[in-house]
């Protein structure tokens, strides 16, 4: 299957046949699997967030992807509402699966690709939990192990990297520290679906707790005082930051794509969060 029709349709994976599957070329189709959890965003931010936002990215990185390579095929797949998020399943609205069911669910996709001779896959999500990124680079490991499929998570590298804060706006505060639902997130939102911030953001007070520190482990947000379930400075948000923020997504997700396929080095998690997965228990 050819793209020269396809430089701004996104081919989705639900919608195809099986025979138009086995007509693809085995070395030049590259699958994107979005995989994020519904779960709370404070008071103002819809509970599929990272959903929204991750489905998006992936969506746009696509739309990109065919135009500089209109000879290869990349293929949207359905998206997974499904992660880690224990922290936060006190609010209504979150729910969490635990890092094995995740794991399950990345290799089981990965690997009914890979029993039909496809090579390619990117685990897209925009969820960071540790857990959640534990399960993910199991089901990694396993497929290239397995089957010698070429997987890549192209956001866990960039995101815990300190690439972020180098390149973005002079803003004058720590944007590190706007960990859920906080200045990026409601930034986000705020650019891609103004309709669903509830105007209630302008009001948020700054709220910071450090969630890597070893007092905080196994507690849930409410356990931790946030009691309205955002971490960061929510009324600081900026439409334009967060049309900053999303193209800077989606050229991650095209460049490491793009390496992934050239067989160049793909940036790996930092040592710190490999450590911290392999510590973690399953939850």
């Known amino acids: 299957m050819k793209n020269k029709d396809h430089d701004f349709k996104i081919i989705k994976f639900e919608e195809l046949n099986w025979k138009q599957i086995e ?18 965003h404070g008071p103002h931010l819809p509970i599929g967030t990272d959903y929204l936002i991750i ?12 135009k500089k390579r209109p000879d290869m095929t990349f293929i949207l797949l359905p998206s997974n509402p499904v992660g880690y998020c224990k922290f936060s399943t006190d609010f209504p609205g979150s729910i969490s699966v635990s890092g094995k069911t995740v794991r399950d669910i990345v290799y089981s996709v990965g690997s009914s690709l890979a029993n039909h001779g496809f090579k390619y896959l990117i685990i897209c999500t925009y969820h960071m939990a540790i857990a959640h990124l534990k399960g993910i680079y199991s089901a990694m490991r396993k497929l290239e192990s397995k089957h010698s499929m070429k997987v890549c998570e192209p956001w866990g590298p960039f995101y815990y990297s300190n690439q ?97 396929y050239d067989g160049k080095k793909i940036p790996e998690l930092p040592k710190h969060i490999i450590n911290a997965t392999r510590l973690l228990f399953w939850q």
């Open 23 to 40: 007509k693809l070329d085995r070395n030049k189709t590259i699958f994107f699997l979005p995989i994020s959890p519904m779960e709370e």
């Open 164 to 260: 972020i804060e180098k390149s973005e706006p002079k803003l004058g505060f720590d944007t590190k520290k706007e960990v859920h639902a906080g200045f990026r997130e409601t930034s986000l939102m705020k650019y891609q679906y103004p309709y669903l911030v509830d105007e209630s953001y302008k009001n948020l007070q700054s709220i910071y707790r450090d969630l890597n520190s070893p007092r905080v482990l196994g507690k849930t947000f409410k356990q931790l005082g946030l009691n309205e379930g955002y971490i960061g400075s929510p009324a600081r948000a900026d439409a334009d930051y967060g049309r900053w923020f999303f193209g800077l997504t989606v050229n991650v997700f095209v460049k490491t794509t793009l390496d992934l």
């Open 55 to 66: 489905r998006d990215a992936a969506t746009d990185a696509i739309k990109f992807l065919n």
